[in-house]
């Protein structure tokens, strides 16, 4: 990647080859942390809308910034050392191994 993916107060950036973190700028909420991961996996790493996008961290500090807020995600749970979980309907809740469709992640955009 070059240069730092932005989207509406949040930025992104590569952890590692397997990681990339999303970091809030202000105000967050897991729905914008799913909607920015969904936009960074299809328009940056060209990831098919039926990708699968895992949480490897949840909120915590950045490991790529100075701000207090960030997630990490993956699309390759396996090489990040995330074991997939079963899932959860609180999209705000992002746990380790939670996981979405590239394409269902990008919906929680619209809202």
């Not at 932005?6 to 590569?14: A, E, F, L, P, T």
């Not at 080859?17 to 960074?40: I, N």
């Not at 959860?88 to 809202?111: F, K, P, Q, Y």
């Amino acid at each position: 990647m070059i240069g730092t993916f932005n989207r509406d107060g949040y930025s992104v950036k590569k952890v590692n080859d397997a990681v990339y973190e999303a970091v809030a700028e202000e105000e967050f909420s897991g729905e914008a942390f799913w909607c920015v991961a969904g936009s960074y996996a299809q328009i940056d790493l060209k990831a098919s809308p039926n990708a699968k996008v895992y949480v490897v961290r949840c909120f915590g500090p950045s490991e790529t910034t100075v701000r207090r807020t960030a997630v990490q995600f993956t699309l390759d749970p396996q090489k990040a050392g995330v074991t997939p979980s079963e899932g959860t309907d609180d999209v705000n809740e992002l746990s380790i191994g939670e996981h979405m469709a590239v394409d269902v992640a990008r919906s929680h955009c619209e809202r």
